[in-house]
């Protein structure tokens, strides 16, 4: 969390770039998902409705694209899942979601797929050029932009101003994460109180079954990654051709 709108939305912050869907099992990113929505939904909103002084039930969140691959998107069942997860159990709680520092593999894919979404979430997202500094200054002061949209230039990586760890909405060290570490610490020790809870050594979410909607958005997903994929692999090919200039003149 970075801040927040000029109307008191909290802005959430997403690494979707830089994300290593590889570091561990889709259970636990499953499980990291819902523990983030319970704190936004427990903590983060409340206290958004009592610091503005009116009720605050939704957020928007900004999706950073940087560092984006395309083996990375292709882990379309945990997006799909948490998807499910998000629609049956957190409906309307992001307000806008903001992608920016998009690659042209994203940009490319985001045409194809666009409209294949339903009407309401199109409405949602919205892909900014660049870090999409200008567009978001519209909704939300400096100080709430997350530090990756802080860039002085559209192709530019870096900040306007140093950036530290404070500053960095990624970091350990930055307070948000510090009073989510807190909260989940204090909720660890009421629950090893009960001794009946010590025992759970783990906990895993049962998937529900993907929508056909997302199915078919997803196959549509693998599709266009696959001609990027063939074109790349084709690219690859003809940049190891070699013309030998004598033995064409021969």
């Known amino acids: 969390m970075s801040g927040y709108t000029k109307e008191g939305r909290p802005v959430i912050a997403v690494g979707v770039g830089l994300s290593t869907y590889d570091k561990a099992s889709i259970h636990y990113y499953v499980q990291s998902h819902i523990q983030i929505n319970e704190y936004r939904d427990r ?9 503005f002084e009116r009720h605050i039930s939704t957020c928007v969140k900004v999706l950073d694209m940087t560092g984006l691959k395309i083996s990375q998107l292709s882990q379309l069942k945990l997006l799909t899942v948490i ?29 194809v797929v666009r409209p294949l979404l339903q009407e ?4 949602k997202v919205q892909v900014l050029s660049g870090c999409g500094k200008d567009e978001l200054l519209k909704i939300m002061d400096y100080e709430s932009l997350p530090h990756f949209c802080r860039r002085t230039g559209s192709g530019s990586s870096r900040h306007s101003r140093s950036s530290t760890d404070e500053d960095n909405c990624f970091s350990l060290d930055h307070g948000f994460h510090k009073e989510l570490y807190s909260y989940i610490n204090q ?22 079954e993907p929508d056909a909607d997302d199915e078919k958005i997803a196959q549509t997903i693998e599709s266009e990654f696959q001609k990027y994929s063939d074109q790349n692999g084709v690219a690859d090919k003809l940049n190891d051709l070699t013309v030998n200039e004598d033995k064409q003149k021969k």
């Open 120 to 123: 309401r979430t199109r409405k």
């Open 43 to 51: 903590v983060i909103l409340p206290a958004a409705t009592k610091k």
């Open 83 to 111: 998807s499910s997860i998000d629609d049956l159990n957190y409906p309307e709680k992001s307000d806008t979601y903001y992608i920016v520092n998009a690659p042209y593999i994203f940009s490319a894919c985001w045409k």
């Open 187 to 208: 909720q660890a020790e009421a629950l090893e109180s009960q001794a009946a809870l010590i025992k759970h050594k783990s906990f895993h979410v049962a998937f529900p």
